[in-house]
């Protein structure tokens, strides 16, 4: 798994070492279940990315799956799942809106609710 700033998970992985364990009941259904507590824990999320791995040999597609940990690692906020309309500076989270022809910010102390599903 990708962490990035303030030990926040960014990116979500399946590594099993039995080849037979790649489907949909197994790997993949592990895979929801931590996309969903990152969902949970991580309340300015919209998705979450995540990938499988699975058998102990890669004898091709080796380069892809570099390219592909490269490119998430070069993926900013936005790319990886963040909602943009929240802002954080100084410790705080806000969101900023135009109201009478000026901006405001929208302090964001805490989340009333959040949808537990995937």
Same mark, same amino acid.
């Given at each position: 798994?990708? /962490? ?8 979500? %992985?399946? @590594?099993?070492? $039995? ?13 929801a279940r931590y996309a969903r ?7 300015? /999320? ?8 699975? %058998?102990? @040999?890669?004898? $091709? ?15 900013n906020e936005e790319e990886l799942?963040?909602d943009p309309t929240i802002v ?31």
């Amino acid at each position: 798994m990708l /962490r990035g700033a303030e030990d926040s998970l960014v990116v979500a %992985g399946e @590594l099993k070492s $039995n080849s037979k364990a790649d489907t949909a009941s197994i790997a993949w259904i592990d895979l929801a279940r931590y996309a969903r507590e990152v969902l949970a824990a991580q309340d300015t /999320r919209r998705f979450v990315l995540g990938f499988t791995l699975c %058998g102990s @040999l890669m004898r $091709n597609g080796g380069f892809q799956f570099v390219t592909t940990i490269l490119g998430f690692l070069r993926m900013n906020e936005e790319e990886l799942g963040f909602d943009p309309t929240i802002v954080k500076s100084n410790g705080e989270r806000y969101i900023k809106i135009e109201r009478g022809g000026q901006t405001e910010r929208l302090i964001v102390d805490e989340v009333m609710k959040r949808a537990r599903c995937i």
